[in-house]
């Protein structure tokens, strides 16, 4: 990784119908302390800045020169839309837009233009119905850098939680835990919460799939046939790790006390307690990626789009962890 004097993250505002481009323009009124670049149509923010009442100026980004981080100002690297846009209103015409845009933020990554992307919410349902497979910025992340594996966490203050499996139905999630994915999963967890969040030695619950945790095999049998197993060659190796336990258990205050991360087999077995907890105030975490990558917990509001009601707080968390992560992968790499 390039070595700057601050980090200089590529966001995405997303969905260019939805609340991202109003979160992006509300936060950039104010001094920052790392460099941000913006990954969009200027056209697209200087329309919402005026809807939004705000005031804004758009200089273009240069690999050579140093970014703006002041108040009001904001460097971009331009990506044009394919038709004009209303905030609130979705056009399908307008999803290779949002690819691109995330194309472009992943490939500066790589290319060492930028230390962290930072994603807006983009809107699987129109994508999808334009014809592109999508199923989350997750999967494809994992695509465009070439990694095998990833693993997603969203965190919030005192409580992150990572996922087995990602966006599937609940009918493919048990086949789908299997010795091998749950080892290279609970690898990428344990090597990214020393090396992108400076923890030397993390303690990580792991939640059983079934009831009880299996109820000694009488609810299912994945915990003894494949979870256990896989915990205890990993604790062999030095891993911290708690469990299986049942996950109406994991998340009680006195597990969590000395628990670093929490690691659920399936979406919504660990995210509606993260989000109860701390919705709003919660970033998404692409673990196991060659780049760092940080993303709101929310959608893409577009009821709210250009009524400027919209919270910025979880973008304003999700370039905080990035800088912490970009931050802690700098001196890891330097040690």
Same mark, same amino acid.
């Given at each position: 990784?390039?070595?700057?004097?601050?980090?200089?993250?590529?966001?995405?505002?997303?969905?260019?119908?939805?609340?991202?481009?109003? +979160?992006?323009?509300?936060?950039?009124?104010?001094?920052?302390?790392?460099?941000?670049?913006?990954?969009?149509?200027?056209?697209?923010?200087?329309? %919402?800045?005026? !809807?939004?009442?705000?005031? !804004?100026?758009?200089?273009?980004?240069?690999?050579?020169?140093?970014?703006?981080?002041?108040?009001?100002? +904001?460097?971009?690297?331009?990506?044009?839309?394919?038709?004009?846009?209303?905030?609130?209103?979705?056009?399908?015409?307008?999803?290779?837009? &949002?690819?691109?845009?995330?194309?472009?933020?992943?490939?500066?990554?790589?290319?060492?233009?930028?230390?962290?992307?930072?994603?807006?919410?983009?809107?699987?349902?129109?994508?999808?119905?334009?014809? =592109?497979?999508?199923?989350?910025?997750?999967?494809?992340?994992?695509?465009?850098?070439?990694?095998?594996? =990833?693993?997603?966490?969203?965190?919030?203050?005192?409580?992150?939680?990572?996922?087995?499996?990602?966006?599937?139905?609940?009918?493919?999630?048990?086949?789908?835990?299997?010795?091998?994915?749950?080892?290279?999963? +609970?690898?990428?967890?344990?090597?990214?919460?020393?090396?992108?969040?400076?923890?030397? %030695?993390?303690?990580?619950?792991?939640?059983?799939?079934?009831?009880?945790?299996?109820?000694?095999?009488?609810?299912?049998?994945?915990?003894?046939? &494949?979870?256990?197993?896989?915990?205890?060659?990993?604790?062999?190796?030095?891993?911290?790790?708690?469990?299986?336990?049942?996950?109406?258990?994991?998340?009680?205050?006195?597990?969590?006390?000395?628990?670093?991360? #929490?690691?659920?087999?399936?979406?919504?077995?660990?995210?509606? &307690?993260?989000?109860?907890?701390?919705?709003?105030?919660?970033?998404?975490?692409?673990?196991?990626?060659? !780049? #760092? %990558?940080?993303? &709101?917990?929310?959608?893409?509001?577009?009821?709210?789009?250009?009524?400027?009601?919209?919270?910025?707080?979880?973008?304003?968390?999700?370039?905080? =962890?990035?800088?912490?992560?970009?931050?802690?992968?700098?001196?890891?790499?330097?040690?």
């Amino acid at each position: 990784m390039q070595i700057r004097n601050r980090p200089r993250f590529a966001i995405t505002p997303g969905e260019p119908a939805g609340i991202g481009p109003d +979160l992006l323009l509300r936060l950039c009124q104010a001094a920052r302390e790392e460099e941000w670049v913006a990954v969009a149509d200027p056209a697209l923010l200087e329309s %919402r800045a005026r !809807i939004l009442g705000l005031n !804004i100026e758009l200089e273009p980004f240069r690999t050579d020169a140093a970014v703006t981080r002041e108040p009001g100002r +904001l460097s971009m690297l331009p990506v044009p839309l394919a038709t004009e846009v209303t905030p609130g209103r979705l056009q399908p015409d307008n999803v290779r837009y &949002v690819l691109q845009t995330l194309e472009s933020a992943i490939d500066g990554c790589l290319d060492d233009h930028f230390d962290g992307l930072v994603t807006g919410p983009v809107h699987k349902g129109v994508i999808n119905e334009a014809g =592109v497979t999508f199923t989350g910025h997750t999967e494809f992340l994992a695509e465009r850098t070439g990694t095998r594996q =990833v693993v997603m966490m969203l965190a919030t203050p005192g409580l992150r939680v990572a996922l087995a499996t990602t966006h599937l139905p609940l009918s493919a999630v048990a086949a789908a835990i299997t010795r091998e994915s749950l080892t290279d999963t +609970l690898n990428i967890l344990d090597d990214s919460l020393r090396n992108r969040f400076g923890l030397a %030695r993390p303690r990580i619950l792991v939640c059983g799939l079934n009831p009880h945790a299996g109820e000694g095999g009488h609810l299912g049998r994945e915990e003894i046939e &494949v979870i256990e197993p896989v915990l205890d060659a990993l604790r062999n190796r030095g891993m911290d790790l708690v469990g299986p336990l049942p996950a109406d258990t994991a998340f009680t205050p006195g597990l969590l006390a000395d628990a670093d991360a #929490v690691l659920a087999m399936y979406h919504d077995q660990g995210l509606p &307690v993260l989000k109860h907890k701390g919705f709003g105030r919660a970033v998404n975490v692409t673990l196991g990626l060659p !780049i #760092v %990558r940080t993303s &709101v917990d929310h959608g893409t509001a577009l009821e709210l789009a250009g009524t400027g009601r919209a919270d910025t707080g979880s973008l304003l968390y999700a370039l905080e =962890v990035a800088r912490q992560m970009a931050k802690n992968s700098s001196s890891a790499a330097a040690d």
